[in-house]
């Protein structure tokens, strides 16, 4: 009996074993996973949140937040539109650094509005960003950075002119997307 008994413990810890390891080899691969996808975006929520799992939790919950919102396509007006507001603000840059570079910040949130992006608070809408855009978030960060020395006036032209590219990046990202082109109703 005593040794029926031995194996059957052995037995029970080799499945202990076996499925402790599985689940940390399923947990390392969706850290794997979810660093490939969010890139240095990662490491940053890593670094906020204390800890990788937590940080792993925070960025599977960005996911799932994004998916709930049902992000919609620029219709082909909407992108033609935004391209001229565009090229409008960029054309001020010259003479007003600090004007353009705040109405291409708002601009930015009136493309995500538009697609369905909550743009109320600025936290929200970086994690939001970074779901789909995540070698992109880092630099609207930065840029939000100089928009609020901007609004202080101790933002020199350079500074301006980084923040202005960052926007640019995204802008171009945000309207890259595929369009709706609208149906034609037929008589």
Request: hydrophobic content about 40%; charged content about 30%; cysteine-free.
């Amino acid at each position: 009996m005593n040794g029926t008994y031995i194996i059957i413990a052995v037995v029970v810890i080799l499945l202990i074993m076996g499925i402790i390891m599985a689940f940390g080899f399923s947990r390392r691969q969706r850290g794997k996973r979810l660093q490939n996808k969010f890139g240095p975006e990662y490491d940053r929520t890593v670094e906020n949140a204390g800890n990788e799992k937590k940080a792993q939790a925070e960025l599977g919950e960005r996911q799932k937040h994004v998916e709930s919102l049902n992000v919609r396509p620029l219709s082909v007006e909407e992108r033609e539109r935004y391209l001229m507001e565009w090229k409008a603000v960029q054309a001020k840059f010259v003479d007003e650094p600090g004007q353009a570079t705040v109405e291409a910040d708002h601009l930015i949130m009136e493309v995500m509005k538009v697609r369905a992006y909550p743009v109320s608070d600025f936290e929200q809408r970086a994690a939001d960003l970074s779901v789909n855009y995540p070698e992109l978030v880092s630099n609207y960060r930065a840029a939000r950075v100089i928009a609020l020395k901007n609004e202080q006036h101790s933002a020199n032209t350079e500074e301006l002119r980084r923040a202005f590219i960052y926007y640019r990046s995204l802008f171009d990202e945000l309207l890259k997307d595929e369009t709706v082109i609208p149906e034609k109703v037929s008589k």
